[in-house]
């Protein structure tokens, strides 16, 4: 948790105390609710941007050599179940020190 702490003008204060608005469950909501308002406008905006200067389409062989990237970065990229059973026995035989 990140404490955070705020100046506003005494009047104001007393006011969202009175409705309880400076309660951190209060605060919680209110901030993701603005947050998410802010990302939605955002979105919007990047519609805008696309709708008024839309990307060309992608040809087949463009799509073809981004599948084959996708594909290739998933084959190096680790196998997190085996790399769970290795970390698993290794700690389970003290190789790796699992905690102070």
């Not at 998410?36 to 519609?47: C, G, K, Q, S, Y």
């Not at 696309?50 to 998933?74: C, F, S, V």
């Amino acid at each position: 948790m990140t404490t955070v702490r705020i100046t506003l003008p005494d009047e104001l204060a007393r006011e969202l105390a009175a409705f309880g608005l400076l309660e951190p469950q209060v605060l919680e909501t209110i901030l993701r609710d603005r947050l998410r308002a802010t990302r939605i406008a955002d979105l919007a905006t990047i519609r805008a941007k696309l709708r008024a200067k839309p990307l060309p389409p992608m040809t087949n062989d463009e799509i073809d050599a981004e599948i084959a990237a996708y594909r290739a970065e998933q084959r190096r990229a680790p196998d997190l179940k085996s790399y769970r059973g290795i970390v698993n026995a290794a700690t389970a035989l003290g190789a790796i020190n699992s905690g102070p």
